[in-house]
């Protein structure tokens, strides 16, 4: 599997959370779980690279494509995520990251039998392409996508979350074979929701555990895949000098 941890960093964290954040990933990367997870895998292997983004211009790399085998280099990813901090940015493109995580998957420097894209983020898109129009090219690639999504209300973008990002995220980020989300309800869950989601990712899991949604293709009520552009035409002319 090569896959692609992309993460939110948008001015609606904290400096606390995005510390929470970067630090969860370390930890997630680099537990016996995952590590177990990898090893007992077809290849016992997977290729990991780790961006993060904010605005549709905004894609900070943190690690390279790098292969995990053992424990050893689990540790090294690690130890990459854990030397440096977090810096939040402007504005919210969930766009903008699936379409450089899909330029990331096109160059990938190793052969993948499977290409994910792990998205985490704690608002709907606000910037860029609309969603539904970025995953979608996505998932014509063989792409598949999954979320994290933060329902969190920390921050200072409080007027920008929406109360349903678990369904947003559902109806309108994850796709693809096998896309599933999981939501995070409290910081205090953020290192073990990665953890488990990464094992998911890597084992795949035929049963869902609890928290865990697949994507829905079922015939629901339509889904305004547009809401986090409705709101910043509503309220964001508030934050000229201070982008979400």
Known sequence: MALVLAVDVSRSMSIDELRIQREGYAAAIASPEVVRAIGQGAYRRIAVTLFEWANDSHAREIVGWTVIESQADANAVAEVLLASHSIG??????????GHAAGLLEVVPFEADRRVIDVSGDGPNNQGIPVAEARD???SKGITINGLPMMTRGGSGQQFHIDDLDRYYTKCVIGGPGAFMVPVNDWDQFAEAVRRKLVMEIGRMADWEPRVVPAQF????????LIGEKIWQQ??????????
């Open 89 to 98: 940015q402007r504005r919210t493109s969930i766009s903008g990251a699936i």
């Open 137 to 139: 090219a996505a998932i």
């Open 218 to 225: 079922l015939l629901e009520e339509p889904y305004d895949c």
């Open 235 to 244: 309220r964001g002319w508030q934050f000229d000098d201070f982008d979400r």
